[in-house]
């Protein structure tokens, strides 16, 4: 099997932020899974304090362990730091007084690879270097990635720049990541070699004073990296022209024509091909991001699973509604229905509400009841082919006494923004071996996010982690809580 383990740090406390990364590390995965090769992929982006950077590690490593690994494929975009004996993956939480304890050693990640005894290990680093002055030797870091190929079988080692040298970077990629996904798009046959790309990336740099990519290998170079298909470059092209860095005007304190403005607006609107690959983003994450930490782990089984029916949804009849009021050029229609209402009707040469006043009358006397058939919004229907239309997140008990939840994630797209629909709702028991979904539970919450802020998109999936995990755990904790056992055990022995 393949396995790969993505990291992109972007955000630190005592260092600069890399904008960059994040989107470095959604190209490297979206390049991975279009693939298709890679069989479990950990892909981290947010929470990267050293801490929970090495608890996923470990448990990703420790699913693996008695599996026949192929290839691991290892991809780390944020700021390093070498000593002239050890290169550090620094975390968001790195202090240089405590930097064992606030970064991944890169002997450390080593010995966790190596306990898998992969056939093949890919190492591809992009990162912004910080070396200390001491180091004379402008190739300390190229002998030190040299001599950490002992022990590995085959590999490829790729790192975005030596040791006395920085890796550069605009807001949207990285110039190292930027150049591998061009030499995906570049690459003629059918299939691209490791090799193609040390040779592509190489070519772009040639010349570089500033930044020489530094390549390690081990390997006979017939290894391939990815079978290329038509349409996986295509993706792969928009996801690039998505990441393409923005044309600035700068008009000072011009006015701007009315040409101008519109030409300005126009940049937030994608053709379908990129609003696809945004959208696709949208599963991908939730794929990658849905788990279950500490104990619930123990007590759910987690489902991630795609969906091509709206009707599937608690109460569609409230999105309905939300789209027949607040459209704005989303690609979805209503669905109307029909409903018997019941509605109040002031009576035909009623009194005025002076003379009811002044006669002592209610005014409820001056209205009758009428019933009525009117067309009411029930569901919604996609105006546009898309892979999926919602995304169902469960989460099934293992025991009896636990209720098992469910989160559905609905996005909805226009050209200019994707609106996101979740809510959670919980389960309860209908016969012996049987539940049944507690529909009025849920509510429906929405995120309005930009397809040219696609880095919001990790962000909100992460909340939606978070909030799955707190609404399963907060009402266990009311339950199981010490005072509440103690209840239960007083009960029972009265």
Known sequence: MKIAILIGVSDYKTQDNLIASKKDVFLMRAILTAGGLYDSILFIDDQTNTQEVKRKLTEFIKDNIGNEIDELFFYFSGHGYFNGSEFHYVMSDFEAKRMKATSLENSELDVMIKSLSPSLTIKIVDACNSGVPYIKDPLALEKYIDSSKQGFDRCYFMHSSGGTQSSYADNNLSYFTRAIGEAVLNVSSDKIRYKDIIDYVSDKFDGNDGQTPIFINQAPFTEVFLNIRPDFKKEIEQLL??????????????????KELIEQDARRYFTKERAMVVYNEISNLILSKFTLSGELKDLFDLQVMKHSNYNMMPNPKMIAGWVNKNNDELFVKVILGRENVTRKVRKVNSFSALTIQAMGYSDEDNYRLVNET????????????????????????????????????????????????????????????????????????????????????AEHISELVTSFEDSIITPLMDTFSPLNSQSHESTENS
């Not at 990441?243 to 600035?248: K, L, M, N």
């Open 241 to 258: 022209l998505n990441y393409s860095p923005e044309v600035e005007m700068a008009f000072g304190s011009k006015k701007l024509s009315l």
């Open 374 to 457: 009117v067309s009411v919004p029930v569901s919604i229907e996609a105006t546009t082919d898309v892979d999926y239309n919602v995304m169902e997140v469960f989460a099934k008990s293992k025991y009896p006494n636990l209720n098992s939840m469910v989160m559905y994630i609905l996005p909805l797209l226009s050209r200019t923004k994707v609106v996101i629909f979740s809510t959670v709702a919980h389960y309860k028991s209908s016969d012996w071996d049987a539940e049944s979904l507690v529909a009025e539970s849920s509510k429906w919450v929405t995120k309005n996010i930009e397809l040219c802020k696609t880095e919001e998109l």
